[in-house]
T-cell receptor, first 115, second 111 residues
Framework: DTEVTQTPKHLVMGMTNKKSLKCEQH?????MYWYKQKAKKPPELMFV???????INESVPSRFSPECPNSSLLNLHLHALQPEDSALYLC??????????????FGSGTRLTVV | GIQVEQSPPDLILQEGANSTLRCNFS?????LQWFHQNPWGQLINLFY???GTKQNGRLSATTVATERYSLLYISSSQTTDSGVYFC?????????????FGKGTKLSVIP
């Protein structure tokens, strides 16, 4: 299995809602990442998990809360988002932090709209 | 941090034409990848190529790490090649933990 699976593919939520994005990989990778991509821009790093521990938070607002329950799963909990948080959220994994032998594998993303 | 520049920013090709996309980076790298993002947003890994040359069907890539650039060649382009091509690098310096993306080349292949 060489895939990173993200669910849901699309999500519309109100500013008072709580929702979660899910990411799963079964490649034995020990580093997992959340990226945010706005329209017509490149992806930007949000969080890095290494061996299930948060190692990097790129000054992301607390309304985004990551969680890594085990080595295969990565969640992103969303609460009290703003319309400007609407974006494509991409999950990625790699063997270890700093890419490893084969680099990074990305999921197909969750397209989030905040209304 | 490391800087990544891609050129051209936009490219329109007739189906069947060949093209070369360029990626310049400002420092030594551990990792360089080329990705294709399709119109649905999926980011597909084309090549992991921190140095050397690789080929996969109609696509090939070359990275000259000592001169800090990489090239992606697309031959006999097809409409399904349309989308945005990103070059992303991971610097080799201490404290480099992430992929830094270029701004991308938007490719449109017309029939």
């Amino acid at each position: 299995d060489t895939e990173v699976t993200q669910t849901p593919k699309h999500l519309v939520m109100g500013m008072t809602n709580k929702k979660s994005l899910k990411c799963e990989q079964h490649m034995g990778h020990r580093a997992m990442y959340w990226y945010k991509q706005k329209a017509k821009k490149p992806p930007e790093l949000m969080f890095v998990y290494s061996y299930e521990k948060l190692s990097i938070n790129e000054s992301v607002p607390s309304r985004f809360s990551p969680e890594c329950p085990n080595s295969s799963l990565l969640n992103l909990h969303l609460h009290a988002l703003q319309p400007e948080d609407s974006a494509l959220y991409l999950c990625a994994s790699s063997q270890v932090v700093r890419g490893g032998r084969d680099g990074y594998t990305f999921g197909s993303g969750t397209r989030l709209t905040v209304v | 941090g490391i800087q990544v520049e891609q050129s051209p920013p936009d490219l329109i090709l007739q189906e069947g034409a060949n093209s070369t996309l360029r990626c310049n980076f400002s420092d030594s790298v551990n990792n360089l990848q080329w990705f294709h993002q399709n119109p649905w947003g999926q980011l597909i890994n084309l090549f992991y190529i921190p140095s050397g040359t690789k080929q996969n069907g109609r696509l090939s890539a070359t990275t000259v790490a000592t001169e800090r650039y990489s090239l992606l060649y697309i031959s006999s382009s097809q409409t399904t090649d349309s989308g945005v091509y990103f070059c992303a690098v991971e610097g080799s310096g201490a404290g480099s933990y992430q992929l830094t993306f270029g701004k991308g080349t938007k490719l449109s292949v017309i029939p």
